[in-house]
């Protein structure tokens, strides 16, 4: 029981002594059924919203962009120690051997007369072939170099 000067307060309204200081009445004409309260929109921020989404996309391509340059400089590292730095030992035999080839005389097949030349020496031989080979062609006789 209630004194007479005292307002019931209503269980469930946080903040409020009475339905009508609610928004609980009907009576006031604003539509809303007895004993329900009327939603307020939400009061999102959509600037501040997107603001977090553009810097949280940013922040993403930022930390991309910088794996990406650590990855290709721990590549580029790795390729220069393991394969341009050291020079292998077999590396250094077989430009041995090329070199060697390539530099002096030598039988192939000494039963049908091959012979491996110096490399200079064939470049000279070779030249000196076209040379007499185009002197014996007119420019206007037709033929074909090399026949």
């Known amino acids: 029981m209630s004194n ?9 309204v946080a903040g409020s002594d009475t339905a009508e200081d609610a928004g609980l009445s009907g009576d006031v004409g604003d539509g809303a059924p007895h004993g329900e ?4 929109p939400d009061a999102t921020r959509g600037g501040l919203v997107a ?9 993403l391509f930022a930390m991309l962009a910088v794996v990406d340059t650590l990855t290709r400089r721990s590549v580029r590292h790795e390729v220069q120690v393991k394969l ?5 030992t077999a590396l250094r035999e077989l430009r041995a051997q090329e070199e060697l080839k390539l530099s002096r005389y ?3 097949d000494r039963e049908k007369g091959i012979v491996r030349i110096p490399i200079e020496r064939a470049a000279e031989l070779t030249l000196r072939d076209w040379a007499s080979r185009s002197a014996g062609f007119s420019k206007g006789s037709g033929a074909a170099v090399g026949n």
């Open 37 to 40: 309260v009327q939603a307020q």
């Open 106 to 108: 030598q039988w192939i």
């Open 84 to 88: 341009l730095e050291p020079e292998s």
């Open 51 to 59: 603001l977090v989404v553009m810097a949280i996309t940013l922040l």
């Open 4 to 12: 007479p000067g005292e307002r019931e307060e209503q269980p469930g």
